[in-house]
């Protein structure tokens, strides 16, 4: 899109600052972030979607910078930039662009996002449940009025193979690939039949490694790219390539994923419903402690739903859903409308407590926020109206 006319900047603009009003009197500090941003940190850190459609470039000085793919990472660097003390309780809101490529003729490449960020709240599923109250408040003051809420939970499936018998590399594949539904079904799968595993391209290459550590496989990696003059591909490190292969060579000794195992996993996914009635099949489900406390978070969170005026019945619930950013790592939600051209999402947002600690925090710091698409808002709004 070339521009905004003056009538489509003017209506921006004002519901622009009823979301942010929104925000501010809930106590939220209206902060700026940097527009330009380290690469690194986005490329690591939120997944493939984004990693894929950002706009990376090269500084004067070599170093790689990007346009914000999102405002959650830069408020959090700004957080570290100006906070006393890291695991200081902030709360902060913003409105302002972000920059992602796109093939979707509904979706801008420049897009506005206003949004909240609540950092090391004392009550976490308060906290959790008072976002999701001022994203669906926001929203309405935008002047949506007809929408849907999904919610999930990944500190739930994380817990559950928390309490699994496997390999840690298993689970952190499983998690990894929790995104990628086909993907992860095609991992759990072979997981489960170890045993039945045909050779593949690779297997020549792991047949090398059997035994070998990670820092002999590095070495055995090198030398071989030296050998054959071959350049590295994908962007994949000597290091990310000698650990595949290590972990490939671990699976030819380990036993296959138990059934029991298997079919706990696949009677959670299966869950869906309002995120009252969840509660039920997910508590018949026989996690060990890690899975029992995230059930008991899950429970807290819909009392403070209610407590906050919020009708669990009328979200929906999908064991599956987890959104598409690899910094979440517990309740998670999104807010979609209906629009001409399908359904449209105008907001989103959850819990990701690691991401702070990943972008240079000493201490740990819990963290949970939303972000709206301004055009979405506008675009889902007017077509309901």
Request: with cysteine.
């Given at each position: 899109?070339?521009?905004?006319?003056?009538?489509?900047?003017?209506?921006?603009?004002?519901?622009?600052?009823?979301?942010?009003?929104?925000?501010?009197?809930?106590?939220?500090?209206?902060i700026a972030p940097d527009i330009l941003q380290p690469a690194d940190i986005f490329l690591e850190r939120s997944g493939e979607d984004i990693r894929a459609?950002?706009?990376?470039?090269?500084?004067p000085e070599g170093a790689e910078m990007c346009l914000r793919p999102d405002l959650t990472v830069p408020a959090c660097r700004y957080h570290l930039a100006h906070a006393a003390r890291p695991d200081?309780?902030?709360?902060?809101?913003?409105?302002?662009?972000?920059?992602?490529?796109?093939?979707?003729?509904?979706?801008?490449?420049?897009?506005?996002?206003?949004?909240?960020e609540w950092l090391a709240a004392g009550d976490a599923q308060g906290s959790e449940a008072q976002v999701l109250a001022l994203t669906i408040a926001a929203v309405r003051a935008g002047g949506l009025k007809g929408f849907r809420v999904k919610l999930g939970d990944l500190s739930l499936f994380h817990a559950l193979l928390d309490g699994l018998e496997?390999?840690?590399?298993?689970?952190?594949?499983?998690?990894?690939?929790?995104?990628?539904?086909?993907?992860?079904?095609?991992?759990?799968?072979?997981?489960?039949?170890?045993?039945?595993?045909?050779?593949?391209?690779i297997s020549p290459f792991v047949d090398k490694v059997v035994g070998k550590d990670i820092g002999q496989t590095q070495g055995w990696v090198e030398a071989e790219l030296d050998r054959g003059a071959i350049p590295l591909a994908g962007g994949r490190s000597t290091e990310e390539i000698a650990t595949r292969l290590v972990e490939k060579a671990a699976d030819r000794s380990a036993h296959p994923l138990a059934p029991a195992a298997v079919k706990a996993i696949e009677t959670y996914l299966a869950i869906e419903g309002n995120a009252a009635s969840v509660l039920a099949p997910l508590e018949a489900i026989a996690g060990g402690e890690a899975y029992r406390a995230a059930l008991k978070r899950f429970r807290r969170r819909i009392e403070a739903m209610r407590e906050r005026g919020l009708a669990p019945e009328d979200f929906a619930f999908a064991a599956t859903f987890g959104r598409n950013l690899e910094y979440y790592?517990?309740?998670?939600?999104?807010?979609?409308?209906?629009?001409?051209?399908?359904?449209?999402?105008?907001?989103?947002?959850?819990?990701?407590?690691?991401?702070?600690?990943?972008?240079?925090?000493?201490?740990?710091?819990?963290?949970?926020?939303?972000?709206?698409?301004?055009?979405?808002?506008?675009?889902?709004?007017?077509?309901?109206?």
């Open positions: 899109m070339p521009g905004k006319s003056s009538a489509e900047r003017q209506a921006l603009e004002a519901q622009n600052a009823r979301v942010m009003a929104v925000f501010e009197a809930a106590g939220f500090d209206h459609n950002s706009y990376v470039f090269t500084d200081s309780e902030a709360r902060y809101c913003y409105c302002g662009p972000a920059f992602r490529f796109t093939k979707d003729a509904r979706l801008l490449s420049e897009f506005g996002q206003a949004g909240i496997m390999p840690r590399r298993w689970r952190r594949r499983l998690i990894h690939h929790f995104w990628r539904p086909q993907t992860f079904r095609e991992t759990l799968t072979r997981f489960a039949a170890l045993e039945d595993q045909t050779r593949t391209s790592t517990g309740f998670v939600f999104q807010i979609e409308a209906d629009t001409a051209q399908g359904p449209l999402q105008v907001a989103g947002g959850g819990r990701y407590d690691d991401l702070l600690s990943d972008i240079g925090s000493a201490v740990p710091v819990s963290a949970v926020g939303c972000a709206i698409g301004t055009e979405s808002l506008l675009a889902a709004a007017g077509a309901r109206s």
